[in-house]
């Protein structure tokens, strides 16, 4: 089940998808996950996010600011140190969810994006996985 949601990052709007597993009791494990560069959710990221599901995760994917659904001008700016504090963002809005076990927080990232979960992963010991998907 996909519901669209969306969190502030420094005070601009970012867009999101929340996956729900079908069969969940209790709270549930879930992965962020997030497009490479200049990319966006609807890059097949959804294909991910149903699988995780499917394996009884829940599953936020997002777009950062300035990209996709989310908010922000000039559009299509890339910027390190945003899309951090997207990621960071993102991860306290997965742990905020009543439906989520806040303490098993993974983050997976494809191309651009996994180096971010990399430097992330080593900022933030809550973190239970960081998976890099990288060509």
Not at 41 to 51: I, M, P, Q
Not at 118 to 126: F, I
């Amino acid at each position: 089940m996909r519901s669209d949601v969306n969190f502030n990052s420094a005070g601009t709007r970012c867009a999101a998808w929340l996956y729900q597993p079908a069969s969940a009791e209790g709270r549930v494990p879930c992965v962020v996950l997030a497009h490479g560069f200049a990319g966006v959710r609807e890059d097949r990221l959804d294909a991910f996010a149903e699988r995780f599901a499917q394996a009884g995760f829940a599953a936020l994917v997002f777009d950062y600011r300035h990209f996709g659904a989310s908010d922000g001008q000039p559009r299509q700016l890339l910027d390190i140190g945003q899309e951090l504090d997207d990621w960071q963002a993102a991860i306290e809005f997965a742990r905020s969810l009543d439906s989520v076990d806040s303490e098993r927080i993974a983050i997976w990232g494809t191309s651009f994006s996994g180096g971010h979960v990399m430097t992330l992963a080593a900022e933030d010991a809550r973190l239970a996985a960081a998976i890099s998907q990288a060509p």
